[in-house]
């Protein structure tokens, strides 16, 4: 008796693969250009300066001076965002509009859980460990110079979620311009007040157990402040404009994220939201890359 043919619909995995892979290779950052930005061209470190970590401008290794450098590289991820959407926004493709008010969606994403997160988790633990309710004075005033240009933001872009096609670059720049002095101030400004925390009266002694608390509290805060924002976009957006090559490429290896974890938030959560990361600023690897919608 012969047996019955067997079809290729009786292994689903055998079609299943050949169409992951397609997918992959359609929408995956992995195959975005590379092309390294050149001095003739604007790119996203203007036109807010980036911040200098503490650690590579001091030599220091402090608990506050690695706090502080671990933020500005946080900081930097964000500034090269928003630089990247000032940059890019006046010259924006008619059929790609939608992609980039995505783009910039998830910029505000990122700059609103990263402010709501400090003030509700960050601050807080500090303070307590340094039993002083007014380091952060300075900074909370700073937030709320820069919060109603946000909400603007966000505002504009929103309002064009069924007409894409009406994004006016003009219009957008106008709203950022509106805040960019108060931003860039706050994110510079915030590095140096937590560094110098390092010289507050109630700073912990080096090998305390008050210092493991607080090594404690920056490392924890900083593995779940940009994943808790969102896996699909935030995550991304913020991989693809870490530049792993600044400051003698002392930071290739931040954050400390297994090499495969870190490709797969890049490559596989990333295809998700895949045509936005083409205006990011850098390289799944770490690399910066001409802006997209500058070329």
């Known amino acids: 008796m012969n047996k019955p043919r067997r079809s290729l619909l009786d ?82 493709k008619p059929a790609e509009k939608s992609d980039f008010i995505g783009y910039s969606l998830t910029w505000f994403k990122f700059v609103k859980s990263h402010h709501d997160d400090e003030e509700e988790t960050l601050f807080t633990k500090v303070e307590e460990v340094l039993d002083d309710k007014t380091i952060w004075e300075g900074t909370h005033k700073e937030h709320e110079s820069f919060l109603g240009g946000l909400v603007e933001f966000e505002k504009y872009l929103s309002s064009l979620a069924l007409t894409p096609g009406d994004f006016s670059g003009t219009e957008l720049l106008r709203i950022m311009s509106g805040f960019q002095d108060a931003f860039d101030q706050h994110f510079h400004s915030e590095i140096a007040t937590i560094a110098a925390l390092s010289s507050h009266p109630n700073a912990p002694e080096r090998g305390s157990e008050r210092e493991a608390e607080v090594t404690a509290t920056f490392r924890s805060w900083g593995k779940s402040t940009v994943t808790k924002a969102g896996t699909l976009d935030v995550v991304p957006f913020f991989l693809l404009n870490l530049d792993g090559t600044v400051e003698d490429g002392l930071w290739a290896n931040w954050p400390p994220i ?34 997209y919608a500058l070329h």
């Not at 292994?11 to 299943?16: C, N």
């Not at 997918?23 to 195959?31: V, Y």
């Not at 980036?50 to 608990?63: G, H, R, S």
Request: aromatic share 12%; proline share 9%; hydrophobic share 45%.
């Open 258 to 291: 297994p090499a495969p974890i870190k490709w797969g938030l890049v490559n596989i959560a990333g295809s998700y939201h895949f045509r936005w990361w083409k205006f990011s600023s850098c390289t799944g690897a770490g690399a910066p890359r001409q802006l």
């Open 11 to 92: 292994k689903p995995i055998l079609i299943a693969i050949p169409i992951l892979i397609g997918l992959f290779a359609t929408r995956s950052p992995f195959f975005m250009s590379a092309v390294a930005p050149t001095e003739a061209q604007p790119w996203a470190d203007a036109p807010i300066k980036l911040v200098t970590t503490p650690q590579y401008e001091t030599n220091k290794t402090d608990i506050f001076t690695t706090g502080a450098t671990h933020m500005a590289l946080l900081h930097n991820a964000i500034l090269r965002g928003y630089n990247s959407i000032y940059q890019q926004a006046p010259h924006v």
